[in-house]
């Protein structure tokens, strides 16, 4: 599948961004659509999922602030963040997962947040 997020950018502490990643490609939706992200010289981690039915999971670091969703009509998975730390800089990455199908990434955007 085709993958494009937006909606990132440079937001100051306790700022909100919301992000947005349009899915394309495939006429079998994926099992999975999920929220990674980078920080300069760290591993890629999951932020959050959410799956078919709707299951949702957030990383510990990011609970209570950070809200993901997702609209079937438009092919799109958001992720709302609010109450924006220092530490949530990163390249933000799209995910689309199906089993023994695909597991494809978007080109990821910037999130920047000034202390």
């Known amino acids: 599948v085709h993958l494009v997020e937006s909606g990132g950018g440079l937001v100051q502490t306790g700022g909100s961004l919301t992000l947005s990643c349009v899915v394309s490609?495939?006429?079998?939706?994926?099992?999975?659509l999920g929220w990674f992200r980078q920080a300069p010289g760290k591993q890629r981690e999951r932020v959050a999922i959410?799956?078919?039915?709707?299951?949702?999971n957030y990383a510990d670091a990011v609970k209570g602030r950070f809200t993901i969703s997702r609209d079937n009509a438009k092919n799109t998975v958001y992720l709302r963040m609010d109450s924006l730390k220092p530490e949530d800089t990163a390249v933000y990455y799209c995910?689309?997962?199906?089993?023994?199908?695909?597991?494809?990434w978007g080109q990821g955007t910037q999130v920047t947040v000034s202390s």
């Open positions: 959410i799956t078919r039915g709707d299951g949702i």
């Open positions: 490609g495939n006429i079998l939706g994926p099992d999975v």
């Open positions: 995910n689309a997962y199906r089993p023994m199908d695909y597991d494809d």
